[in-house]
Structures are given as structure tokens and as C-alpha cells.
Nanobody
Framework: QVQLVESGGGLVKAGGSLRLSCVASGSISAFNPMGWYRQAPGKQRELVAAIRRGGFTNYVDSVKGRFTIFRDNAKRTVDLQMNSLNSEDTGVYYC?????????WGQGTLVTVSS
């Protein structure tokens, strides 16, 4: 089974930027969609952004215009560029891949935005 490994999290000041990266241990071409979820302290995990094989994307309203998701099947990566970060973006970010009834999750990377 393909494994997903996230990186790029850390501590950033409000207004700053981070780029998260998710690398797969195998081919991602069959996964549809792939995406990023986050879980803030005391809250449920929510979908932040997703991208389909054709490049179609969708974002949660709170990040539209600030976050961009990228997918590179050749490099087996899905990145999330996050700009204009605010305290509401704090949480653990998880990479996710879907193939039919199969879901694969990464271990998560922590993003902390300080005000």
C-alpha cells in the first residue's frame, strides 16, 4: 500500500507563508482526489483543499484566495502553498489520497500560526 509522508509544517507568524509537501512511496496517478485536511485543537478534521486527476481543485471557503494545492504525478507529490496565514489556520495538516473505497492518510504535520 502506498504511504504518504508530509513535511513543511512549523511555527509561522500571522501573515506569513508555508508550503506543505506530501510525498508518496508509490504512484499517485490512480488516486482521485488527493487532498489536504486539517484538525485544529478541539475540532473535527476538515477538508482544506483537494485536487483531482484532471487538475480540478476545490477549497474550503476560509482558505480560498490564500491556499493553492498542486499535484505532480511524476514526482508523486501533492503540495499546499499557504499564504496570509492566520491563527485559525493552526492545526495538524494531513495528506489524503482516495481510490475508490480506499483512503490513505499521512501521519500529519503541525502548523502553528502565532499572532
Amino acid at each position: 500500500q502506498v504511504q504518504l509522508v508530509e513535511s513543511g509544517g512549523g511555527l509561522v507568524k500571522a501573515g506569513g507563508s508555508l508550503r506543505l509537501s506530501c510525498v508518496a512511496s508509490g504512484s499517485i496517478s490512480a488516486f482521485n482526489p488527493m487532498g489536504w485536511y486539517r484538525q485544529a485543537p478541539g475540532k473535527q478534521r476538515e477538508l482544506v483543499a483537494a485536487i483531482r486527476r484532471g487538475g480540478f481543485t476545490n477549497y474550503v471557503d476560509s482558505v480560498k484566495g490564500r491556499f493553492t494545492i498542486f499535484r505532480d504525478n511524476a514526482k508523486r507529490t501533492v503540495d499546499l502553498q499557504m499564504n496570509s496565514l492566520n491563527s485559525e489556520d493552526t492545526g495538524v495538516y494531513y495528506c489524503n489520497a482516495v481510490q475508490g473505497y480506499l483512503q490513505v492518510w499521512g501521519q500529519g504535520t503541525l502548523v502553528t500560526v502565532s499572532s
